[in-house]
T-cell receptor, first 113, second 112 residues
Framework: ETGVTQSPTHLIKTRGQQVTLRCSSQ?????VSWYQQALGQGPQFIFQ???????GRGNFPPRFSGLQFPNYSSELNVNALELDDSALYLC????????????FGQGTRLTVV | GQQLNQSPQSMFIQEGEDVSMNCTSS?????WLWYKQDPGEGPVLLIA?????ELTSNGRLTAQFGITRKDSFLNISASIPSDVGIYFC????????????FGTGTRLQVTL
């Protein structure tokens, strides 16, 4: 059974650029959620995808968007990067029904300069 | 966004000591979870609590879901060096497995 894997592990972008982060869900899981974790803080829920559609969103602007693919993998896209977007981005997968708890990937460390 | 309040924020303890940390919320949740996060890694689930008043153990870890459904505590007995890390409480409601609200974290450091 493979766990949640994210890529890349680190990247550096310039303010104003766009970035795409990728996540492969744990085998058997059909729901993916994304979290932003600023330094010294707990993770903050960005959004969740189920059946290739956004299914719940936290307090993040529209320049944060996502996709889920038929194989349940997912992408997080952030446009017009700002310095405050620098954070660890975590992907978590779970089973929608019956509910299982979320398992997290190792994260992608994004630095915006 | 809303976060749960955890205390203490950080703690230094000696190996072999017992540790206690807690988490409170202004809202009611149906499920309370405790995660541990090591540097450069994602959170790892330690214990899940589903019923108010429930007390659950996982090895040296024990957690309780408060009767009011607005709080939880985590105890670690006989701490060892590998217990070092950041412990987060997290909450969710039924049917929202991935939509977690996290606490502010408790950083645990264990000295020999």
């Amino acid at each position: 059974e493979t766990g949640v894997t994210q890529s890349p592990t680190h990247l550096i972008k310039t303010r104003g650029q766009q970035v795409t982060l990728r996540c492969s869900s744990q085998s058997g899981h059909n729901t993916v959620s994304w979290y932003q974790q600023a330094l010294g803080q707990g993770p903050q829920f960005i959004f969740q995808y189920y059946r290739e559609e956004e299914n719940g969103r936290g307090n993040f602007p529209p320049r944060f968007s996502g996709l889920q693919f038929p194989n349940y993998s997912s992408e997080l896209n952030v446009n017009a990067l700002e310095l405050d977007d620098s954070a660890l981005y975590l992907c978590a997968s779970s089973l929608y029904f019956p509910n299982t708890e979320a398992f997290f990937g190792q994260g992608t460390r994004l630095t915006v300069v | 966004g809303q976060q749960l309040n955890q205390s203490p924020q950080s703690m230094f303890i000696q190996e072999g000591e017992d540790v206690s940390m807690n988490c409170t919320s202004s809202s009611i949740f149906n499920t309370w979870l405790w995660y541990k996060q090591d540097p450069g890694e994602g959170p790892v689930l330690l214990i899940a609590l589903y019923k108010a008043g429930e007390l659950t153990s996982n090895g040296r870890l024990t957690a309780q879901f408060g009767i009011t459904r607005k709080d939880s505590f985590l105890n670690i007995s006989a701490s060892i060096p590998s217990d070092v890390g950041i412990y987060f409480c997290a909450c969710r409601n039924t049917g929202t497995a991935s939509k977690l609200t996290f606490g502010t974290g408790t950083r645990l450091q264990v000295t020999l």
